[in-house]
């Protein structure tokens, strides 16, 4: 079934963020449908972190609106702890808590902050921790671990709070080239599962096998949206053109 004829899960309608007179997102508008994978790109600085960002409730916004699941999430009454438990994201630096084994890691959110029962989650994070390969590594320090181990434990912590859409922004950054497969394996699995997505990264063969939609950054303004094939293959502006020359597409 197409995607686009699912429900529309998350709905950018005209956002723009500032920083101090600086515009970072200029008038962003995006659909993005259950089940879909969206991958952002762009050249460094034209906001593609900064909107998955504003879209987990990280960065203010100035004026637009973002829906998820047809509620608002701009304005002061917004429940962002309850929220980021729908809105998954995991980042390029793994952010697990150097004092804590990777199964600590996993329950704290699911236990301390969704009040579920021990037995379940350890169930879950045991399966979890299975399909990505790292079963033996629940008891270890992420000291003991390499990069693309912390990042996969770090996307397993996300998806134990049963999350309804992932961000991943660069999360393959700050990895040794040997260690991106690991971690990009996973997520086209999550994709392949029918994992709603949005994912911001450099990796460009990547982004083609997982996108159904290719969305295009540059100056904070959306210069094109369209299916991987058409974009790699013919993009419709000359500035994404321009920026595929750089990959040698």
Request: aromatic share 6%.
């Amino acid at each position: 079934m197409n995607k686009e004829n699912h429900q529309v899960l998350l709905e950018i309608k005209d956002l723009h963020k500032e920083y101090d007179t600086r515009t970072v997102l200029d008038g962003i508008h995006l659909r993005v449908h259950k089940g879909e994978v969206i991958v952002v790109l762009g050249p460094s600085g034209c906001g593609k972190s900064t909107l998955l960002r504003c879209l987990n409730g990280l960065e203010s916004i100035q004026g637009g609106d973002i829906q998820f699941d047809g509620e608002s999430l701009v304005g002061s009454n917004v429940d962002w702890q309850k929220t980021r438990q729908k809105i998954g994201m995991v980042f390029q630096n793994y952010d697990l808590f150097p004092h804590m084994t990777v199964i600590e890691n996993i329950l704290l959110g699911p236990i301390k902050v969704q009040k579920r029962e021990k037995k379940e989650v350890m169930e879950q994070a045991a399966q979890l921790l299975e399909k990505v390969g790292l079963s033996d590594r629940k008891d270890s320090y992420p000291r003991q671990l390499s990069g693309g181990q912390k990042q996969r434990i770090a996307i397993v912590r996300a998806l134990c709070m049963n999350p309804e859409i992932m961000l991943f922004d660069e999360v393959t950054a700050a990895l040794d080239p040997e260690m991106v497969r690991e971690v990009l394996d996973v997520i086209l699995g999550l994709a392949k599962q029918g994992m709603t997505m949005m994912i911001v990264t450099h990796e460009m063969g990547f982004a083609q096998a997982v996108a159904d939609r290719i969305l295009f950054i540059d100056e904070g303004r959306v210069c094109e949206i369209s299916e991987p094939k058409e974009f790699f293959t013919n993009p419709k502006t000359e500035r994404a053109q321009q920026f595929l020359n750089i990959f040698q597409f």
